[in-house]
């Protein structure tokens, strides 16, 4: 009953066999009280208990699913979700679409400036590029210096829309590292969208790449969608 909640439960409970501990566990509980048992210190012990274990879970789901610099989803949990949302796109009817972003040149600001001032750039593009999607939509940091954008219930127009606007928001200010550093920044991004450019996430995932590629042989700091090719 519990499955996909975040909130600390305390099951309570008239039984007192020992099968009470497993069952309550497998509904989601992170700890159980008999009623005929309960004292006020019990209930105080209890909710400690199941606050604390919660925030320890809590801190064990993001380290297993959260790129540790920029704080996106990570490539695993990208492949988890991408597979629901093919799943939801074919059941339901609605588009999804997929954005690959790739950050230009930036094995040129590692080996100017340092892997420091590089993290530093991956973590503001990556705030930048979050602040332009919805909140059910993803951001995902795919690998190195690549993003890509879950976009749910989204056509091609559409995805070809937020990243033209992703690519702006990046280009339009400077990178502050450091307090003497301002690094011009741009990237380039490729759209595809199912079912028009694909018929499954792994093609979609593919297609996204062959345009972010156009996108980059064409000049970077530009958005090109898999139709265009």
Do not use: W
């Amino acid at each position: 009953m519990a499955r996909g909640c975040r909130t600390p439960i305390v099951f309570l409970t008239a039984e007192t066999a020992e099968r009470v501990d497993i069952a309550a566990m497998n509904a989601g509980a992170l700890d159980y009280l008999v009623k005929g048992e309960i004292t006020p210190r019990m209930i105080e012990r209890s909710l400690r208990y199941a606050l604390k274990l919660g925030e320890t879970l809590e801190a064990l789901r993001r380290l297993a699913t959260r790129d540790q610099l920029t704080g996106l989803l990570n490539r695993r949990e990208f492949e988890r979700i991408l597979t629901e949302e093919e799943e939801r796109s074919r059941r339901f009817g609605h588009p999804l679409s997929l954005v690959m972003m790739d950050i230009d040149h930036f094995k040129r600001v590692n080996d100017t400036h340092g892997h420091p001032a590089g993290d530093v750039v991956l973590r503001e593009v990556a705030r930048r590029v979050a602040d332009q999607v919805r909140t059910v939509d993803r951001v995902v940091r795919f690998g190195g210096e690549e993003l890509v954008l879950i976009l749910v219930q989204t056509d091609r127009v559409g995805a070809l829309d937020v990243a033209r606007r992703a690519c702006a928001v990046v280009e339009r200010d400077p990178v502050l590292v450091g307090d003497t550093i301002a690094l011009n920044v741009t990237v380039s991004a490729g759209v595809a969208a199912m079912p028009v450019d694909a018929s499954s996430g792994l093609t979609l995932l593919n297609a996204a790449d062959k345009a972010l590629y156009a996108a980059k042989s064409r000049g970077r700091n530009r958005a090109v969608a898999f139709n265009e090719l």
